[in-house]
């Protein structure tokens, strides 16, 4: 099952679609602590393409399906976006896939933000640290797709380290 | 005893205890991006009445915030930073809700950041 929603990059917009993220985990499970993260993880990514969008329309959709490896929550967003942004979020978002351990990679960034104005990623890097989410990412012209996704038991059995 | 007001929205609340010995502060509703603004603002007069009252320590009761989002995040951790830096250091105690397994998640690398600072605890049991 999918929801696929098509809105306006407008800020205001981003804690409703969200919420109706959770709210669509929901119907999946009663781990209200999967469906937090989740939430998390689409409160950032409908962030950032409500940020940094330079056209009028953005789409988050999210889906839960069978696959192979089991079954499987995904984030999908698309923007557009300035080349620029675009090269610095390419080479953000190939930092987090390589990671080996994103809690530290986190760290590292969230010290670095305090000493920078303006985008640090950190949304991002929260939503591999925090969320346990995995990114794939494409970029084809000026349209940029995000795609989160994890396995529900994995998302379900990841615990606080602390 | 530092005296601030409380700011409230239709989501998200700030509310200093000032009837307390230990300066107290409660935060409530959602902190998402109309958020980021009001409490940067206030953990910035924050912390110049604590540094200016010589007050040892402060508690944040974060047990009725539902959602932070990473400006809150980084909010926090400016102040930490702050606390960690200018003046001499106060410790902040961040009382957490258990039920809500997010928050440790988002403030352990707050606590990372500054773990002479930064005290957290849990407030009633887990979710099951």
């Known amino acids: 099952m999918f929801i696929r929603l098509t809105f306006s990059p407008r800020p205001e917009l981003v804690p409703g679609v969200s919420r109706l993220v959770a709210d669509f985990c929901r119907l999946e499970a009663g781990d209200q602590d999967w469906i937090a993260r989740v939430h998390i993880a689409a409160h950032e990514l409908a962030e950032n393409i409500a940020k940094y969008s330079t056209t009028s329309e953005v789409s988050l959709e999210v889906a ?5 490896s089991g ?10 976006a300035s080349a620029e942004h675009l090269a610095d979020v390419a080479r953000r978002l190939r930092e987090l896939m390589l990671t080996r351990d994103p809690d530290t990679l986190y760290d590292e960034w969230l010290a670095r933000s305090l000493a920078a104005e303006g985008g640090s990623g950190l949304g991002l890097a929260r939503i591999r640290a925090e969320s346990g989410l995995h990114f794939e990412y494409t970029i084809e012209g000026d349209e940029l797709t995000i795609v989160v996704k994890a396995l529900l038991h994995e998302l379900a059995g ?3 380290t602390v | 005893m530092p005296t601030l007001r409380e700011v409230r929205t239709t989501t998200f609340a700030i509310v200093p205890c000032t009837d ?3 300066p107290s502060v409660r935060l409530s509703g959602n902190g998402d991006t109309a958020a980021v603004d009001i409490l940067d603002g206030f953990l910035k007069d924050l912390h110049v009445q604590l540094l200016g009252t010589n007050c040892p320590q402060v508690h944040v009761d974060l047990v009725e915030l539902y959602f932070m989002n990473s400006a809150c995040v980084r909010t926090f951790a400016s102040w930490i930073h702050k606390v960690r830096t200018e003046g001499t250091p106060y410790r902040v105690h961040l ?3 258990a039920r809500q397994a997010w928050q440790r998640r988002s403030l352990e690398p707050i606590k990372r950041l500054a773990p002479n600072v930064v005290v957290l605890s849990a407030d009633g049991p887990s979710a099951p």
């Open chain 1, 64 to 68: 839960v399906a069978d696959e192979a």
């Open chain 1, 71 to 80: 079954r499987t929550l995904m984030i999908r967003t698309r923007n557009r």
């Open chain 1, 158 to 160: 990841r615990q606080p």
């Open chain 2, 20 to 22: 307390m010995t230990t």
């Open chain 2, 95 to 97: 009382k957490t809700n």
